[in-house]
T-cell receptor, first 114, second 113 residues
Framework: EAQVTQNPRYLITVTGKKLTVTCSQNMNHEYMSWYRQDPGLGLRQIYY???????DKGDVPEGYKVSRKEKRNFPLILESPSPNQTSLYFC?????????????FGSGTRLTVV | QQQVKQSPQSLIVQKGGISIINCAYENTAFDYFPWYQQFPGKGPALLIAIRPDVSEKKEGRFTISFNKSAKQFSLHIMDSQPGDSATYFC????????????FGTGTRLQVTL
């Protein structure tokens, strides 16, 4: 089954404790992206990757890091999480940045930083 | 800067009624306008999409109407069903290496019996 898999689904952590949210896709997609979803703000892009070793900032990159060492994996790293990073996070993948087939999203990771 | 403005924020429609969600965009270079549907606990999923060379696209009960001169597009859900209750996002992008999908703020639709 074609899918984007995120882990964990739920995470509660304390301020300043480094964490990683994993994302993996099995569709051989070149393009991967991370979004955060907040009430009233919709989906905002954090980082994206056009291919292996090629990453760039989205609209709200502050406080986040990413890496793309393999085509299928695109982890999101919060080195020193803060309460304003409490949010619902989605990983997405696509053949290209703009694809008529649309983005395939993971099921989300709900992060709470206390 | 909100490049894609979506309204309303929430919508309650009776079963069998028509649900209408509107979006307006600013960037005239946008040439791809998808709608995504999101159920609770799930990621958004592509519902229907349109390019600006047509004014309307219909897939089953879902129709996108597109007005290029007004820079507006809307989603119409005919004969709305309780199973349509979800959050809907409009989005826009343009074909180009620097482009990305820009989402609206979302509309929470509730279809009542």
């Amino acid at each position: 089954e074609a899918q984007v898999t995120q882990n964990p689904r739920y995470l509660i952590t304390v301020t300043g404790k480094k964490l990683t949210v994993t994302c993996s896709q099995n569709m051989n997609h070149e393009y991967m992206s991370w979004y955060r979803q907040d009430p009233g703000l919709g989906l905002r892009q954090i980082y994206y990757s056009m291919n292996v070793e090629v990453t760039d900032k989205g609209d709200v990159p502050e406080g986040y890091k990413v890496s793309r060492k393999e085509k299928r994996n695109f982890p999101l790293i919060l080195e020193s999480p803060s309460p304003n990073q409490t949010s619902l996070y989605f990983c997405a993948s696509s053949y290209r940045k703009t694809s008529i087939w649309g983005y395939t999203f993971g099921s989300g990771t709900r992060l709470t930083v206390v | 800067q909100q490049q894609v403005k979506q309204s309303p924020q929430s919508l309650i429609v009776q079963k069998g009624g028509i649900s209408i969600i509107n979006c307006a965009y600013e960037n005239t270079a946008f040439d791809y306008f998808p709608w995504y549907q999101q159920f609770p606990g799930k990621g958004p999923a592509l519902l229907i999409a349109i390019r600006p060379d047509v004014s309307e696209k219909k897939e089953g009960r879902f129709t996108i109407s597109f007005n290029k001169s007004a820079k507006q597009f809307s989603l119409h859900i005919m004969d709305s069903q309780p199973g349509d209750s979800a959050t809907y996002f409009c989005a826009a992008s343009y074909t180009g290496t620097a482009s990305k999908l820009t989402f609206g703020t979302g509309t929470r639709l509730q279809v009542t019996l």
